[in-house]
């Protein structure tokens, strides 16, 4: 691959801006020794790897959504009870993390050790497969670990982390030459929605690609991943009655404005900052469209897009966007655009653009705080806004880049026809 | 490879670093464990009652006397002596031993002496010999703090006392179970308990038992003036472990000092979904009740019951008791049969008294038709959900209940399901649930509270007060809901019994009801089936065809 400018200075402010967050971080833990309280992490009262202990507890009786109200889908479920199985959950996850013994610690170390290099892995080939040099690849390796929705995976424990490999996978070979890797970067896509639902708006660049069969055998690759693990569970299919319930009250009166990208949640903010309901009381409820309006923009522009990593954009945009609870850690996603950036052969004014918004958009850099009482932090807003921004310019984009074309097209025909 | 060993070698590390330094979790220390006190002279006694009037009170620990001890020659200071503000809160374990040469001086008759001066935990196994002088005074105790149990002890005490019991003397919030006192006070045969008592059950005295006018409750006791106590503590080990109680020692010459009650009984069937255990009996039951108290869970095992159970005679005590770890895990299904006389009244272990004390698992075709739960809190099925999965369903009650805290007809602190369930009695003032129920669903109640005022998060899906309902409509709305029951309980509807308000009928059969409401109520299920044949069709047809 062609040496590209945009992509050294993309790489270098990824690199920067992970720079920034190692020295804040630092500088935070030294002047608060003890008592770790960067920002850009949850709330400190909660135990770290809150997330990887409380899915582990879900999950060890086997029965998550009548033993607990799960959400999550049986899938990550199912894979988690391998690493619930190294403790006893039995006394609840706080026991675990506090008294949980080896046993506990082993499976924390393996599960961020396994993600991290299976993730380093594939980041490699990918990149290699698309003709980047060694030190580039190790320098977005780098670049990645740092972005906002790893470092928030990381401190979550969340299993998200898993559904973001399958995607990967799928991102790097739904094109291989060999059928068995095009076939097997479509079970990966279904297992990643298996795990966290929203990947499978990736298959819109099968779509894109008109690739309509390989279309729906993710579909029914998806369908199987969702379905089958619940017979993995106590009660079977009755379970589902359970978990649609559970996912439909955790959407609804999930109403959490910090570490959250949902445009619901950016809305109700930005009203009460300008006059509104204090955020005690704003209903978040009045914006329940905007998330379908987001969506509608972001996947119909994607679709038509003239290039294959915006189609990826428009993807990741409204899997961040829209829904309710919609913590940092989906910005995780937003990896997959960046490769098919880099991989991008020609970048014109439109891409920088694009190019600065994302790093933006994944900067883990404190910038200021908002309102510590409701965790709501400046970089908050920049990433929200950046990509908000990218979703309108990735509509103007396609507007001007698709719209004028079919119009000569259909100018060409009648003069034909003339 | 497309990358040389050293660079392979050096991103792995680089890699393991970073996710290192963002781990570093702590490998916290293991809790320190349980380390009984042993009791195995005079001395260690001495240290033991010491230590409890220091300010030791052994709570949730046990402390075991390893053999006879002698204390001839010691003026023996009270555990938990009665002016003392500390009392022995533990398990104190006499292993069938005896502490003999007891000597407690008080010449001015003014201190209230025993064993223990005042107990706040559990006294079992144990025999004592001695000498007691003082006010109001007992052989194993003066008095008791909280709920105190005195279990299968036996006191050979002579007493000088203004009031001398040869157990105790005022026991007022105490169980005295299986004991025998042979005893003399101020040279005159002295009382089993010489005030009072909450509880005298299945005890033998060579005098009258207790004051009774004080006690409330006396059942199973004799004078045994010259009778033979070995053979009716024989008899009563065997009914204690039908109303939960126990093991015990059994009985050796007048005197607690035998092996451990063993009770052989086993289950018919494999406890599976297609061959359950059979629950035929009282002694089935108390089987079930008695391991399941001893540790077992029966997680994923299936019992069945096949008879209605008459409970007359039997004073029980919940399966897995709430203040413990145990818990039953398994499936509990009635079989449309009911418990009949179901009696339940001890304050034992704190007296939150249900069927179940912690549950885990499934109860479902199960009535409770008569009889009464007396406690601290009072409930019909459980008190207490060890686990949010803990399920209810299709269960009835006419229970008598009061509770001395808080009663509630179904459950008390119950995080699980309650689905399909009713509550039928005369007179009720308690909710149907109290607090916490994360899915209750399809209920009748005739009381007038469905749940404790503010106690839920959750609101009832479909539940109904009974005055609410016109003539008839119970009946019909128990019938038409069947099938979501087994829904939103997540039990399969081939597996419930219907149910009116007077009992139960037939199991359920799928002509029963309509495809219509099959459909409306398996809806989710339907989807996921379609959904996976769905699946399986595009995959057939739809193959990828293009090169890329």
């Given amino acids: ?418 | 490879m497309f990358l040389s060993r050293n660079v392979k070698n050096t991103l792995f590390g680089i890699c393991l670093t970073g996710v290192l330094l963002f781990t570093g979790t702590p490998v916290s220390a293991r809790a320190d464990s349980f380390s009984p006190t042993v009791i195995s002279s005079a001395k260690d006694l001495v240290a033991f009652s010491d230590a409890v009037n220091r300010g030791k009170t052994y709570e949730n620990e046990t402390v075991i006397l390893a053999n006879d001890v002698d204390v001839s020659g010691i003026d023996f200071t009270p555990i938990g002596e009665f002016t003392s503000p500390f009392s022995f809160m533990g398990v104190f374990e006499g292993n069938g031993h005896t502490i003999e040469g007891l000597t407690i001086l008080d010449k001015t008759h003014t201190e209230n002496n025993g064993l223990f001066g005042k107990l706040g935990g559990t006294v079992q196994n144990l025999t004592v010999k001695g000498y007691v002088q003082g006010n109001c005074c007992g052989g194993i105790t003066s008095h008791v703090v909280g709920h105190a149990q005195i279990m299968n002890c036996a006191a050979f005490v002579t007493l000088e006392a203004n009031r001398g019991g040869g157990i105790g003397d005022n026991l007022s919030t105490a169980d005295v179970i299986s004991c025998y006192s042979d005893s003399t006070n101020l040279g005159a045969p002295a009382l089993l308990v010489s005030y009072q008592a909450h509880l005298v059950y299945r005890c033998a005295s060579t005098s009258y038992l207790t004051d009774v006018a004080q006690t409330t409750l006396t059942e199973g006791c004799i004078e045994l003036a010259d009778g033979n106590v070995d053979a009716f503590f024989a008899e009563v080990q065997e009914l204690l472990w039908k109303d939960g109680y126990g093991p015990f020692r059994t009985w050796k010459d007048n005197a607690p000092c035998g092996e451990l009650y063993e009770n052989d009984h086993t289950f018919r069937g494999k406890g599976t979904r297609s061959s359950p255990y059979l629950i035929s009996s009282v002694e089935d039951f108390a089987s079930l009740r008695n391991r399941v108290n001893g540790g077992e869970t029966f997680r994923g095992k299936h019992f069945l019951q096949t008879e209605d159970l008459d409970f007359s005679g039997i004073r029980n005590i919940p399966v897995a008791l709430y203040d413990t770890e145990n818990t039953f895990d398994g499936t509990y299904d009635g079989g449309g049969h009911v418990m009949k006389n179901f009696k339940m009244d001890s304050l034992y272990h704190g007296g939150r008294n249900a069927l179940f004390g912690n549950l885990s698992g499934i109860v479902k075709n199960l009535g409770m038709e008569s009889g009464s739960i007396y406690g601290a809190f009072a409930s019909s099925f459980a008190h207490r959900a060890k686990a949010r999965k803990a399920t209810i369903v299709n269960c009835y009650s006419r229970l008598d209940l009061q509770g001395e805290v808080r009663a509630a007809a179904i459950t008390d602190n119950f995080t699980g399901l309650v689905v399909g369930c009713l509550y039928l009695h005369d007179t009720v003032d308690f909710p149907f649930t109290a607090y916490n129920v994360t899915t209750l669903a399809f209920s009748y109640h005739a009381g007038e509270q469905i749940i404790l005022e503010g106690t839920s998060e959750f609101e009832p899906i479909d539940c109904y007060l009974l005055s609410a309902l016109g003539e008839g409509e119970l009946n019909e709305k128990l019938y038409r809901n069947l099938p979501a029951v087994a829904e939103t309980s997540g039990v399969k509807l081939s597996s419930l019994y219907h149910m009116t308000e007077n009992g139960f009928g037939e199991k359920v059969r799928l002509s029963d009801y309509s495809a219509a409401h099959y459909l409306s109520v398996y809806k989710y299920e339907l989807i996921g089936v379609v959904a996976l044949v769905g699946a399986a069709i595009i995959l057939a047809l739809c193959k990828d065809r293009r090169k890329p």
């Fill in chain 1, 1 to 418: 691959m062609k040496k590209q400018k945009v992509n050294v200075i993309f790489i270098a402010l990824l690199l920067a801006a992970a720079l920034v967050f190692v020295v804040q971080a630092a500088i935070w833990g030294m002047k608060e020794p003890y008592v770790f309280a960067f920002p850009l992490f949850r709330d400190i009262r909660e135990i770290p790897f809150a997330d990887y202990w409380h899915v582990n507890f879900i999950v060890h009786d086997n029965s998550p959504y009548y033993g607990d109200m799960s959400s999550y889908p049986p899938l990550v479920l199912v894979f988690a009870r391998i690493f619930a199985a190294f403790a006893d959950y039995t006394d609840g996850y706080e026991t675990v993390y506090l008294d949980g013994g080896t046993g506990a610690t082993v499976s924390l170390y393996l599960f961020f050790l396994v993600f991290a290099f299976l993730y380093a892995l594939l980041i490699f080939r990918i990149l290699e497969k698309k003709g980047f040099s060694l030190p580039v690849q190790i320098a977005f390796v780098v670049a990645s670990f740092f972005t906002m929705g790893l470092v928030y995976n990381f401190e979550r424990g969340n299993y998200v982390l898993y559904a973001l490999l399958p995607a990967l996978f799928f991102f790097g070979y739904y094109d291989s030459e060999k059928a068995w890797l095009r076939e097997l970067a479509y079970i990966c896509l279904g297992i990643a929605t298996g795990i966290k639902l929203y990947p499978a708006l990736f298959a819109l660049i099968l779509l894109h690609e008109r690739k309509f069969f390989p279309f729906f055998r993710c579909v029914a690759y998806s369908l199987l991943s969702l379905f089958v693990p619940f017979f993995f569970l106590d009660r079977g299919l009755a379970n589902i009655h359970q978990f649609i319930r559970w996912l439909v009250s955790f959407a609804v009166w999930q109403a959490e404005y910090g570490y959250n990208y949902s445009i619901t949640n950016f809305l109700a903010i930005m009203a009460s900052f300008f006059g509104g309901a204090p955020l005690a009381e704003a209903d978040v409820s009045v914006y329940n469209v905007y998330p379908y309006i987001v969506v509608a923009l972001s996947l119909l522009s994607g679709l038509f897009a003239n290039k294959k990593y915006k189609v990826f954009l428009g993807a990741s945009i409204a899997m961040i966007l829209f829904p309710n609870p919609s913590f940092y850690y989906s910005a995780s996603f937003l990896i997959l655009t960046m490769i098919a950036f880099l991989a991008e052969e020609k970048k014109d004014a439109w891409d920088i653009a694009y190019m600065a918004l994302l790093v933006l958009s994944v900067a883990p850099v404190y910038m200021g705080t908002v309102d510590a009482d409701y965790s709501l932090y400046v970089n908050q807003f920049v990433e929200t806004i950046a990509m908000i921004l990218m979703m309108f310019l990735l509509v103007a984009d396609t507007l001007v880049h698709r719209i004028p074309p079919i119009i000569t097209k259909n100018k060409n025909c009648i003069k034909k026809a003339a």
